[in-house]
């Protein structure tokens, strides 16, 4: 299948930035047509926007699983960003993010790209970090995105931000998230309307197994359609590569 590594002027940030992106093609897909040009004709894929943690950038994904290869057997394009550590969000101390990851690269990836632009076919999956920001693009962003999944989630950055310094130029100082916009049990709590299916899974020994546990019963109690797993696993790309394509299975 197709891989796109790009480096983009991205107009949010105001910095060039790197993403990968990868089309599925089935073995008995024309692609490459009469006039040897290629080209996927009228079709439009469905696509997940993959987030990395805190740790990793847009490159982590391809090189520590096998999502090209799950992305290709559910037919699926997935878009692998860069967002630094920026808890996906507009950083007090940095770049624009959030309205990078929320607007700027959906509008440029459905324009360059043969994916679909409805509700219906749009995803957001992540980990750790990342499962934060694709959990706040569900919340925040529930006209665009019809389901997503966090894998070893960081679900209650209100707690995080004041255990770990290394969000201060995200949120500033010892920053307050309580009732904020970048608090996902706020968000889960003043949720209405037509929200995303939600898929959440944490291994019992990750060091953030109490955040997700937290996260699942405000939800649950809130009525969101929720899927929650849980099995043996740590904060690893192990556990990760297994799940992701659990994602895949369960959209």
């Known amino acids: 299948m197709p891989l796109f590594e790009i480096n983009l002027s ?4 105001g910095i060039e930035t790197s993403l990968n992106v990868v089309l599925p093609i089935s073995a008995d897909q024309k692609v490459l047509s009469e006039e040897h040009t290629y080209s996927y004709g009228s079709r439009k894929f469905p696509v997940m926007y993959l987030l990395h943690g805190a740790s990793d950038d847009y490159s982590g994904w ?30 007090k101390h940095g770049h624009a993010y959030w309205t990078y990851i929320s607007e700027e690269l959906p509008a440029f990836i459905e324009a360059t790209f043969p994916v679909s632009a409805k509700r219906e076919d749009t995803y957001a999956a992540g980990l750790s970090m990342g499962g934060y920001g694709a959990f706040k693009l569900a919340l925040r962003k529930p006209e665009k995105f019809a389901a997503a999944a966090s894998l070893s989630g960081a679900l209650d950055m209100a707690d995080r931000v ?8 995200a ?3 010892h920053a307050d998230l309580t009732g904020t916009e970048n608090d996902l049990l706020h968000l889960v709590k003043t949720a209405s309307g037509d929200l995303p299916r939600l898929f959440q899974a944490c291994g019992t020994e990750d060091f953030l197994y109490e955040d997700n546990i937290r996260f699942k019963k405000l939800a649950e109690e809130h009525g969101l359609d929720l899927t929650y797993e849980e099995e043996p696993g740590d904060h690893n790309w192990a556990y990760w590569d297994m799940k992701i394509k659990r994602v895949l299975e369960w959209l």
Not at 64 to 86: C, F, H, Q, W
Not at 162 to 169: E, T, V
């Open 10 to 13: 991205s107009a949010a940030l």
């Open 171 to 173: 949120f500033g100082d």
């Open 62 to 91: 391809m090189r520590r699983t096998s999502i090209e290869r799950y992305a290709n057997e559910k037919g699926i394009a997935v878009v692998m960003p860069s967002a630094d550590l920026s808890a996906y969000t507009d950083m």
């Open 162 to 169: 004041q255990k770990d310094r290394k969000y201060d130029n």
